[in-house]
């Protein structure tokens, strides 16, 4: 079964406008990955983030991890068009560290 | 250097045939994956292969789906008797040593069975 669930399915913004991805999941992980993929490409690794960290950037992408509420956010700020992207969370759930548990995804429309 | 190549990039086949698709993972890397993403949807786990370890086939979704890894590079993935429902994209991923490391993913092959 799915162990990440985004939210929104769907978000449509305006350049340079910020946009916040949210990421659930259900049990203990060792770290949670955010990945984008280009319509027709495969996925393009962005940041993981470990258990025991809670904040990561890197450039524009801000990636937060609250073990408490088993959550994670990606923000993405000062959007631009080439950001239109579908983005997913995978988490390594404690205790199986062979495979990741990938969500269903969060679909990004930046508009010009 | 280079990435992950999958090929073909696309395979259009009748239904009933036998397809193979190839994946040659980033040199060096211990652990290959294949998923299947159907459109708009998430990526559905199928086999993962790490080293010389026995590969965890608990994704594939029937007897007619196969994969192989030879000399712990390349793999070839096989789906037999083709249907329909098996038309989707298929994707490979390799990463340095398991899940703990991120994944370098190819852009897939897109499979249509008419």
């Known amino acids: 079964s799915q162990q990440g669930e985004e939210d929104p399915q769907a978000l449509s913004i305006q350049e340079g406008e910020n946009a916040t991805m949210n990421c659930s999941y259900k049990t203990s992980i060792n770290n949670l990955q955010w990945y984008r993929q280009n319509s027709g490409r495969g996925l393009v690794h962005l940041i993981l983030i470990r258990s025991n960290e809670r904040e990561k950037h890197s450039g524009r992408l801000r990636v937060t991890l609250d073990t408490s509420k088993k959550s994670s956010s990606l923000l993405i700020t000062a959007s631009r068009a080439a950001d239109t992207a579908s983005y997913f969370c995978a988490t390594d759930y404690a205790g199986n560290n062979r495979k990741l548990i990938w969500g269903l995804g969060t679909s990004l429309a930046v508009n010009p | 250097g280079a990435g992950v190549s999958q090929s073909p990039s696309n395979k259009v086949t009748e239904k009933g045939k036998d397809v193979e698709l190839r994946c040659d993972p980033i040199?060096?890397?211990?652990?290959l994956y294949w998923y299947r993403q159907s459109l708009g949807q998430g990526l559905e786990f199928l086999i993962y292969?790490?080293?010389?370890?026995?590969?965890?086939k608990s994704g594939l979704p029937s007897d007619r789906f196969s994969a192989e890894r030879t000399g712990g590079s390349v793999s070839t993935l096989t789906i037999q008797r083709t249907q329909q429902e098996d038309s989707a994209v298929y994707l490979c991923?390799?990463?340095?040593?398991?899940?703990?490391?991120?994944?370098?993913f190819g852009d897939g092959t897109r499979l249509s069975i008419l």
């Open positions: 040199s060096g890397h211990t652990a």
């Open positions: 991923a390799s990463s340095s040593t398991g899940a703990q490391e991120p994944q370098h």
């Open positions: 292969f790490q080293g010389n370890s026995a590969p965890d």
